[in-house]
């Protein structure tokens, strides 16, 4: 399989609307010991169809961010716009609605399930959101999971559970099934972080040919400053504040 991976100094159009918008979101939590700020006034535009790193020591409020970008966490000051869309204007049923239409999700620890097997785990996001043909592809569920599990290298592996596939294919059973619903945007946590290298720079590679291809945002939580390099803008986060965005 041929991989090509983006030059970061070539850019899409920089009046690419924005997909998402982090407007002035700040996290805090309250409990004995007193009151811990996780993020202050956040705030940034990503335009659709581009790379994004945020990278940052650990603890700096990441995958906070990265979960208040999909709604899955609530921020205690501000909002974001999904698709133009106030997300925290809504309640938690219309948030999952939105995702279900317009997100993907890549996990450092694969977060697939271990009763089904790699077929039916990337149809599983279009029977809960209902596709029967297919909302966007025109096909019915079991041929598109079939047809992005051939596009990740795994046509021989339909049939197989999570606990006899490699994290390696693990992971790209993870990747098919975020892009098996067409998302306008994919959230990656570490999607490299369990995988040893060789494995990684593949996973990676593949992760931004299908973002080449599909014109999907991707926003990626890493530590790897090779992965954060070939993004096309990185947010450096520090004790909960962007402390650079270039």
């Known amino acids: 399989m041929s991989i090509t991976v983006p030059n970061p100094s070539v850019s899409r159009s920089e009046s690419a609307p924005a997909i998402i ?25 990503l335009p659709s ?5 945020i990278v940052g020591a650990s603890g700096s409020g990441k995958s906070t961010l990265l979960s208040i970008i999909a709604g899955l966490d609530t921020p205690t000051q501000g909002t974001v716009r999904l698709a133009g869309v106030d997300m925290f204007a809504m309640d938690e049923d ?56 051939q596009r990740v290298g795994l046509g021989e592996r339909l049939n197989h559970y999570p606990k006899v596939l490699s994290g390696g294919e693990q992971q790209r059973v993870a990747l098919a099934r975020a892009f098996v619903v ?7 946590d570490e999607p490299t ?30 530590h790897d400053r090779n992965i954060a390099a070939r993004c096309q803008t990185r947010i450096t986060i520090d004790a909960g504040r962007v402390v650079e965005q270039r």
């Open 21 to 45: 918008s982090v407007q002035h979101v700040s996290k805090s939590v309250t409990d004995s010991t007193g009151t811990l700020d996780i993020l202050r006034d956040i705030h940034f535009d």
């Open 49 to 53: 169809g581009q790379t994004t790193a």
């Open 94 to 149: 219309a948030r999952a609605a939105l995702r279900a239409q317009k997100v993907g999700f890549v996990f450092q620890s694969f977060q697939l399930m271990g009763n089904l097997t790699a077929l039916e785990n990337v149809m599983l996001p279009l029977e809960l959101r209902g596709d029967k043909e297919g909302d966007k592809t025109g096909m019915k569920p079991r041929q598109a999971a079939t047809e992005m599990l």
């Open 182 to 188: 067409q998302p306008d945007v994919l959230l990656a």
């Open 193 to 222: 972080g369990s995988l040893d290298f060789a494995t990684g720079e593949r996973v990676m590679a593949l992760m931004f040919e299908l973002n080449q291809e599909r014109g999907t945002a991707l926003v990626l939580v890493t």
